[in-house]
């Protein structure tokens, strides 16, 4: 069965520091690759999609995600955590011949002061 | 440009009842996906429409049903609920003829709590 696995429901970081959210998804077929940011309250919103153009994908508010094959990973990266960067994070995947998007279980991000 | 917009925000419903959640896409999308977000957990595919029909359905029980009308908003109908049913129900709506690499636009969702 396709899924999608995000390692720690939990990542705390202070202001400054690295942030990494791990991704990993099951496949035998290319997938489409999303992570999506959901704020308290609210809806989700697009961050940043992998469609098989470039394996380095940026996104909005400085987050960026690597596609790799070889680890059926698709990890999220910002260089520097902002305060306004905590909310829930999900990875989330499509696949050519089915119409669902399938999304991980989160990972919220606290950031520390 | 409005974007994708669900009503009402906050439902409180009794066991039994049934519901009735409502969504309009942003302008331009021809394609609405629902899903049902438990606290602390992932968003759950429930079903998608297109063209005003059931094109893929998530594993859920018939007692979730749906509808698309012609000008693309949708309904999403829970009978018979449950205290299971409680969560948070969010619609998506995406453009390119339900192409599935197209990203999903997301309401704020409605918050659904069965007593």
């Known amino acids: 069965a396709q899924s999608v696995t995000q390692l720690g429901s939990h990542v705390s970081v202070s202001e400054g520091a690295l942030v990494l959210l791990r991704c990993n998804y099951s496949?035998?077929?290319?997938?489409?690759l999303f992570w999506y940011v959901q704020y308290p309250n609210q809806g989700l919103q697009l961050l940043l999609k992998?469609?098989?153009?470039?394996?380095l994908v940026k996104g909005i508010n400085g987050f960026e995600a690597e596609f790799k094959k070889s680890e059926t990973s698709f990890h999220l990266t910002k260089p520097s955590a902002h305060m306004s960067d905590a909310a829930e994070y999900f990875c989330?995947?499509?696949?050519?011949?089915?119409?669902?998007?399938?999304f991980g279980a989160g990972t919220r991000l606290f950031v520390k002061a | 440009d409005a974007g994708v917009t669900q009503s009402p925000t906050h439902l409180i419903k009794t066991r039994g009842q049934q519901v009735t959640l409502r969504c309009s896409p942003k302008?331009?999308?021809?394609?609405v996906s629902w899903y049902q977000q438990a606290l602390g957990q992932g968003p759950q595919f429930i079903f998608q429409?297109?063209?005003?029909?059931?094109?893929q359905r998530g594993n859920f029980p018939d007692r979730f049903s749906g509808h698309q009308f012609p000008n693309y908003s949708s309904e999403l109908n829970v009978n018979a609920l449950l205290l299971g049913d409680s969560a948070l129900y969010l619609c998506?709506?995406?453009?390119?003829?339900?192409?599935?690499?197209?990203?999903?636009?997301f309401g704020n969702g409605t918050r659904l709590t069965v007593t």
């Open positions: 998506a709506s995406s453009l390119g003829r339900g192409k599935n690499n197209s990203p999903l636009h």
């Open positions: 496949s035998s077929v290319p997938p489409y």
């Open positions: 992998y469609t098989s153009a470039a394996t």
């Open positions: 989330a995947v499509s696949y050519t011949g089915g119409f669902k998007t399938i």
């Open positions: 302008s331009g999308h021809d394609t």
């Open positions: 429409y297109y063209e005003e029909e059931e094109r």
